[in-house]
Nanobody
């Protein structure tokens, strides 16, 4: 059974930076794509950024130029660096491991609040 544990959330001032980390248990991390998603109370869970096994990245338009996703297959970790944060970045951030056509693995989420 794969478990994902996110860390790094909290309160950040507008214009600041945050770094989220997600560590996966098990031994399949380097076989799956991974990514970060976020959800606000009145919205669906939306993709923020994804990265494939081979390092190909994709970003939501709302974070392009501000976000960097990276993975360390040796450590079973995926990270998200988000710079110049805005109040609209406030959400619960979730880590996901996935393979198209197969069930996904999700973390429990970490709250990010952008406020002065």
């Amino acid at each position: 059974q794969v478990q994902l544990v996110e860390s790094g959330g909290g309160l950040v001032q507008p214009g600041g930076s945050l770094r989220l980390s997600c560590e996966a248990s098990g031994n399949i991390f380097n076989l799956l794509s991974t990514g970060w998603y976020r959800q606000t109370p009145d919205n669906q869970r939306d993709v923020v950024a994804t990265i494939t096994v081979h390092g190909r990245t994709r970003y939501a338009d709302s974070v392009k130029g501000r976000a960097t996703i990276s993975r360390d297959n040796a450590k079973n970790m995926v990270n998200l660096q988000l710079d110049n944060v805005k109040t609209e970045d406030t959400a619960v951030y979730y880590c996901r491991l996935f393979l198209l056509g197969k069930p996904s693995y999700w973390g429990q989420g970490t709250q990010v609040t952008v406020s002065s």
